[in-house]
């Protein structure tokens, strides 16, 4: 079956730790995307990468890093730096071309820091 | 302004009930229009896309209307099981592939 799967599901955390989540895709999508959701807010984009060795920041990278070495894998990494990262974090994918634009999204990784 | 705006609800609705959604955009030059579904906890999942013309699928019928900057959900018979959150998903100008997420439309159909 083709997806995008995501490790941890739950993932908890102690103040001042790094911690890096993993995000990997057999749908052979170009375009990778990490998302932050909090409670009654929507989905906020951290960074994206349209491309393998190639990303871009989205609208609140501060205190997270990437990584795109592979076109099947897009690990974020959330530092110290970060000064709320509880949260529920997601991780799409979407073809580079194609009419729609549809965005796959893994099932997620809550992470609670403690 | 927000990017995307929704109503959070909640909708209480009874089964069998029809009920509607709006959404609406800032950026006039928005290119591509979508909802998606997201249950409790879990992943949002492309419900539909929203086309120019209008487009229909079984129960559910998406509407775009460029002038008013809004976009319409409407849910006809509905059914327990399409309780959720309904997010309204718009692609603005010149973001590549990025998408803009509106913060969603909670629903609950009661038996």
């Known amino acids: 079956d083709g997806g995008i799967t995501q490790s941890p599901k739950y993932l908890f955390r102690k103040e001042g730790q790094n911690v890096t989540l993993s995000c990997e895709q057999n749908?052979?999508?170009?375009?990778m995307y990490w998302y932050r959701q909090d409670p009654g807010q929507g989905l906020r984009l951290i960074y994206y990468?349209?491309?393998?060795?190639?990303?871009q920041k989205g609208d609140i990278a501060e205190g997270y890093s990437v990584s795109r070495e592979k076109k099947e894998s897009f690990p974020l990494t959330v530092t110290s730096a970060q000064k709320n990262p509880t949260a529920f974090y997601l991780c799409?994918?979407?073809?580079?071309?194609?009419?729609?634009?549809?965005?796959?999204f893994g099932p997620g990784t809550r992470l609670t820091v403690l | 302004r927000k990017e995307v705006e929704q109503d959070p609800g909640p909708f209480n609705v009874p089964e069998g009930a029809t009920v509607a959604f709006n959404c609406t955009y800032s950026?006039?030059?928005?290119?591509?229009f979508f909802w998606y579904r997201q249950d409790c906890r879990k992943e949002p999942k492309l419900l539909m896309s929203?086309?120019?013309s209008g487009n229909e699928d079984g129960r559910f019928t998406a509407q775009l209307n460029r002038a008013s900057q809004y976009i319409s959900l409407l849910i006809r018979d509905s059914k327990l099981s399409d309780s959720a959150t309904y997010l309204c998903?718009?692609?603005?100008?010149?973001?590549?592939?990025?998408?803009?997420f509106g913060s969603g439309t909670q629903l609950t159909v009661l038996p």
């Open positions: 799409a994918s979407s073809q580079a071309s194609g009419r729609d634009n549809e965005q796959f």
């Open positions: 749908l052979n999508h170009d375009a």
């Open positions: 990468s349209q491309i393998v060795n190639d990303f």
């Open positions: 950026n006039s030059a928005s290119q591509s």
């Open positions: 929203v086309y120019s």
């Open positions: 998903v718009v692609n603005p100008p010149g973001s590549a592939r990025q998408l803009t």
